[in-house]
């Protein structure tokens, strides 16, 4: 005999794993999807779905063993009418009939079992076009039940509850929805107290500064409040040095910081080696700026003079950053062309770079101390000084406009008539180089020697000595991208290696055609950028084409 339909025990079609919320008398078995299937049938308000999401997030809900444990196994004593239980409110017909089974079946009912009549609860008052309305003691017998049990529930019931409590539209501030967030917060676990902050001061408020990850955004403003709360002895080498790496990384050319370090290193002088000295004297060399310190130069003549033998790399870095600033002594280049010193750094792991800092500061002496008369770098130790574009030009490279000038000077001029990237002695790479006769025509660069003669002074005094009448007419004209990257940050100074780059090819005796960044930038696209190197040509006298030859 067939049992009556609702009947707890009757056996019903097992839905398969993947099922989903069904419609009214259908069995329904959870599945991931069955969140979504309730929020795309239930007629809910928007004013309800802003409220869901408001929630946190709600995992896939599985009404199996693992998740539900105080739910029996298959096999057990009381596994017929629980399950019968939850099936019953799955094909319930009407809200009273869930509260009925509900209510009259209370040694059966689980935890679980409150999600499975809130779910049936949506797909009763969704689905339907007409649904009868629903009398306010049902939904408050429903909740009151909820409100009861619900200290019994787990973490994964009272976050399934407190979802469809909301998507049904109960209130946010009603007896359900409070107890059920009540019951999530007590869940939650405590969170530690807030750690103290350290009081900070002088240098360790420096320190800190310029270790914050939203540093760079008023980076000078900062750092002058923090140093100016410093008291002397709080401002430590360590402190300085990480003041000075952090001016040279960022191109921050403050004149207020860089004389607090020039004014730092000659007071501490005595307490500072070369290794140190190297990385505070660093930012005053790549920024372009000689201190008004009076002390500053004398203090590192004698700190190289008492130090250059005991750490030749920090030595010549030290030296690298006089040089850019024009202000290389004497005493200390004697000592490093010294072929004791030479020898000494030949045999060290950095002796490639040593030399080419050896060749650079060589060729200071060469084009801006014509009073020097002290040992030199021999010919045979010296290397080009930068054969190839700079790193930061190298990883910059997508933002340069050296591709679309090459384009612009191709079509103005024609691929033989420049030359790009060329390394000229004694080791600069350029950018573009145009050889231009006398009376302003730009020449082939195949037909000509694209190189002037290094060093100029010697070679000059040998081809005069040679044949005093014969010269060479030809100008190198050099076209030099000055790139936002070139200059100290908000402003308009070279950075120190760009400076000492165009000083060098200029008193070498090549024609220097800069171009700003601020002028190629304004130009819109290829036509207008043709028309600006042409006037920057012609204002020049340069001329090409069938008129130039």
Request: proline share 11%; with cysteine; net charge positive.
């Amino acid at each position: 005999m067939r049992r009556p339909r609702g009947e707890p025990g009757s056996r019903a079609p097992r839905p398969t794993e993947g099922a989903i919320c069904a419609g009214p008398g259908e069995p329904w078995s959870p599945s991931p999807n069955s969140m979504l299937r309730v929020l795309l049938s239930a007629q809910a308000s928007s004013a309800r779905l802003s409220g869901l999401l408001l929630l946190p997030p709600l995992q896939p809900c599985c009404l199996g063993p693992s998740k539900w444990g105080d739910r029996p196994s298959g096999g057990g004593p009381h596994a017929g009418p629980v399950q019968g239980l939850q099936r019953l409110l799955e094909q319930a017909r009407s809200p009273g009939e869930l509260l009925r089974w509900l209510g009259q079946n209370p040694t059966k009912v689980r935890a679980h079992h409150y999600p499975v009549a809130l779910r049936r609860l949506g797909q009763l008052l969704g689905p339907r076009p007409g649904p009868p309305p629903v009398e306010q003691v049902t939904l408050q017998d429903l909740s009151q039940l909820i409100i009861r049990n619900c200290p019994s529930f787990d973490i994964d019931t009272i976050h399934v509850c407190l979802h469809l409590a909301v998507l049904l539209g109960f209130p946010s501030d009603g007896p359900l929805v409070t107890a059920l967030e009540q019951e999530r917060k007590f869940r939650l676990p405590p969170k530690p107290p807030p750690p103290l902050q350290p009081v900070l001061r002088g240098g360790q408020r420096l320190e800190a500064a310029l270790s914050c990850p939203h540093f760079l955004r008023h980076p000078q403003q900062h750092l002058i409040h923090s140093l100016a709360e410093a008291r002397p002895e709080e401002l430590t080498p360590h402190v300085m040095v990480l003041l000075a790496q952090h001016l040279a990384r960022h191109r921050l050319r403050e004149p207020q910081l860089l004389e607090a370090i020039a004014h730092f290193l000659v007071v501490q002088e005595a307490q500072l080696n070369s290794k140190v000295v190297q990385k505070l004297v660093l930012p005053f060399g790549r920024l372009n700026y000689l201190p008004l310190e009076q002390q500053f130069m004398p203090c590192l003549e004698r700190i190289l003079a008492r130090e250059a033998g005991m750490a030749p790399l920090a030595t010549v870095n030290i030296l690298m950053s006089l040089c850019q600033l024009q202000c290389l002594p004497f005493r200390a280049l004697h000592f490093v062309f010294s072929p004791g010193f030479i020898d000494h750094v030949s045999d060290t792991p950095y002796a490639l770079i040593v030399r080419r800092y050896l060749s650079l500061l060589d060729t200071a002496v060469e084009l801006e101390l014509p009073g020097y008369r002290g040992p030199r770098l021999p010919r045979r130790q010296q290397v080009p000084i930068f054969p190839q574009p700079l790193i930061t030009d190298r990883a910059r490279s997508k933002y340069s406009h050296k591709d679309i000038v090459a384009e612009g000077l191709r079509q103005l001029l024609g691929e033989e008539k420049y030359r790009q990237d060329l390394t000229v002695p004694p080791g600069y790479c350029t950018d573009f180089l145009l050889c231009v006769s006398s009376n302003g025509a730009v020449l082939p660069v195949r037909t000509q020697d694209p190189f002037l003669p290094y060093p100029p002074r010697s070679c000059l005094q040998s081809q005069a000595a040679w044949n005093p009448t014969t010269q060479d007419s030809t100008q190198r004209v050099l076209l030099i991208l000055r790139e936002r990257w070139h200059f100290c940050r908000d402003s308009r100074v070279l950075l120190g290696s760009r400076a000492l780059r165009e000083r060098h090819l200029g008193l070498i005796g090549y024609q220097l055609l800069p171009l700003p960044f601020e002028e190629l930038e304004s130009q819109r696209g290829l036509p207008q950028l043709k028309s600006y190197l042409r006037q920057k040509l012609q204002a020049l006298g340069l001329r090409w084409g069938p008129e130039g030859g």
